[in-house]
């Protein structure tokens, strides 16, 4: 394909006409390629897909998603057929897929699907700068710290894709607000691009106790997966890591 050249010649890079050309900048915005205005959206794209393929282990990273999850991948996540298929179907809808809650036992690995929907939203170029994996409970650490909070919750709104690992009760009260907060506020923007995945260990409609009926409120607005529809080998381990 002829986009992937650096084109000085003047001509559109995909159909080769010399009229009204304009300089698409890639991802890395230095450098440009010329395309006519009917192809500049599809160059775009197509450098995008290119970069983001190139660089998504690097993403992940600026993403903060934790080291040891840098890797994971939807392919090499084990499940029933039944469930994987919903997976994929999920991702099919990208960048327009619902909020998602993940939940199930430990070790089912929620945290690992989680990045490895935000690999799966490099990849199909979601924008790419506006992705972040957060920690719960670092998170509520610094949501509840007088200092840090306004900053915390800022970043908290700025991804198009967030995802709340091992959501949870913070026990400070300022922190448990400021995460309703931005719930509620990311919730409410969905029409204009913000998804939010959390995972969590249990079944949101058992969790008000301890989340607090505002969030389990938000959660239940989110599309639910239970992780629970196991493998008989991961049945298996699982059985034997719970006890
Ligand atoms: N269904 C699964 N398929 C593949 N690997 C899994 C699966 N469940 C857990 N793991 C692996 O086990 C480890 C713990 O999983 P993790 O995602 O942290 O579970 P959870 O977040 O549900 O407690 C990770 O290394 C993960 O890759
Ligand atoms: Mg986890
Ligand atoms: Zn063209």
Redesign the pocket.
């Known amino acids: 394909m002829g986009w992937r050249k650096f084109n000085e010649k003047g001509v559109c890079t995909i159909c080769g006409t010399c009229e009204g050309l304009v300089n698409v900048a890639t991802p890395e915005q230095y450098v440009y390629v010329k395309a006519c205005e009917a192809h500049k959206r599809e160059v775009f794209r197509n450098c995008r897909a290119d970069y983001a393929l190139a660089h998504v282990d690097e993403i992940m990273r600026t993403a903060q998603v934790p080291a040891?999850?840098c890797t994971?991948t939807v392919r090499?996540?084990?499940?029933s057929n039944a469930l994987r298929e919903k997976v994929i179907t999920y991702t099919a809808t990208w960048p327009y897929a619902d909020d998602l809650v993940l939940y199930?036992?430990?070790?089912?690995?929620?945290?690992?699907?989680a990045a490895a929907l935000i690999r799966t939203g490099i990849v199909r170029h979601y924008q790419l700068r506006h992705l972040l994996f957060a920690s719960t409970w670092q998170v509520a650490a610094r949501l509840g710290d007088f200092k840090e909070r306004r900053a915390a919750t800022d970043e908290l709104l700025v991804p198009k894709l967030l995802v709340l690992?091992?959501i949870s009760v913070p026990t400070n009260p300022l922190a448990l607000e400021a995460l309703y907060g931005v719930l509620d506020w990311r919730i409410s923007n969905r029409a204009d691009g913000y998804r939010t995945i959390v995972?969590m260990?249990q079944d949101p409609r058992d969790a008000e106790p301890s989340l607090g009926r505002r969030i389990v409120a938000r959660l239940l607005r989110m599309r639910r997966m239970p992780?629970v529809t196991?493998t008989a080998e991961?049945r298996q381990s699982v059985a034997e890591s719970v006890g």
Do not use: V
């Open positions: 040891n999850y994971k090499d996540w084990r499940s199930g036992p430990n070790n089912t690995g929620k945290t690992h699907l690992d091992d995972t260990d992780l196991l991961k």
